[in-house]
């Protein structure tokens, strides 16, 4: 069965500079996540976007932007990179129901280096 | 805004003994839901919890909803090797998804 496909898998950059991760969700999933998870910790939520339009916000710096296109997948760019934002960054997907109740299903995550 | 918290932290068992993993949200919460993230990989869903008073078994884990819907729990029983890794709980209220800190179980053969 498909699953998320996130790419990169590693991405290397140095401060100040900018980068694109990249999220494919599972077919016909309407809703996409993204989480940052540093090592050792849980995943913190930062934003997810239900058919295209952003539906929640969690803990994204204003450094950060993301967008849904019209083909589900999803882009998150970050810009002026720091330090601290080396993390393990996962996309999930998750089909909206009514109750919103659907389960997330997440990608291997992209692994950004900050030097 | 909505808060999980998941104790413990960390647990290291032996071999055969049984495992708990408590979680506690800050606002009554519409499903409850399970991961576990083995080391190096990532979250992958366990298990739903939607009603009140819930109980779901698998195998030997046992996933309780509280009567509330604010407060869950994960019972391991008889740990295998097999079920190292860091098991989360996840409280959803409309399309608000939250995360514990999660409970890291090490298993010592």
């Known amino acids: 069965a498909a699953g998320v496909i996130q790419s990169p898998r590693h991405l290397i950059k140095e401060k100040r500079e900018t980068a694109t991760l990249k999220c494919y969700p599972i077919?016909?999933?309407?809703?996409v996540y993204w989480y940052q998870q540093g090592p050792g910790q849980d995943p913190q939520f930062l934003i997810s976007?239900?058919?295209?339009?952003?539906?929640d916000k969690g803990s994204i710096p204003d450094r950060f932007s993301a967008q849904q296109f019209s083909d589900y997948h999803s882009e998150l760019n970050m810009s002026s990179l720091e330090l601290g934002d080396s993390a393990l960054y996962f996309c999930?997907?998750?089909?909206?129901?009514?109750?919103?109740?659907?389960?997330?299903?997440f990608g291997n995550g992209t692994r950004l280096t900050v030097t | 805004g909505q808060q999980v918290m998941q104790i413990p932290q960390y647990q290291h068992v032996q071999e055969g003994e049984d495992f708990t993993t408590y979680c506690n949200s800050s606002?009554?919460?519409?499903?409850i839901q399970w991961y576990k993230q083995r080391p190096g990989g990532h979250p992958v869903f366990l298990i739903q919890?939607?009603?009140?008073?819930e109980v779901k078994k698998q195998k030997r884990l046992t996933f309780q909803f509280g009567e509330a819907k604010k407060n869950s729990s994960l019972h391991i029983t008889a740990t295998q090797t097999t079920d190292v890794g860091t098991y989360f709980c996840?409280?959803?209220?409309?399309?608000?998804?939250?995360f514990g800190a999660g409970t890291r179980l090490t298993v010592k053969p």
């Open positions: 999930a997907s998750s089909l909206y129901v009514s109750s919103g109740n659907s389960p997330l299903h």
């Open positions: 077919p016909r999933h309407d809703t």
């Open positions: 976007f239900y058919e295209k339009m952003q539906s």
């Open positions: 606002t009554t919460l519409s499903n």
């Open positions: 919890l939607v009603k009140s008073g």
């Open positions: 996840a409280g959803q209220n409309n399309n608000d998804m939250r």
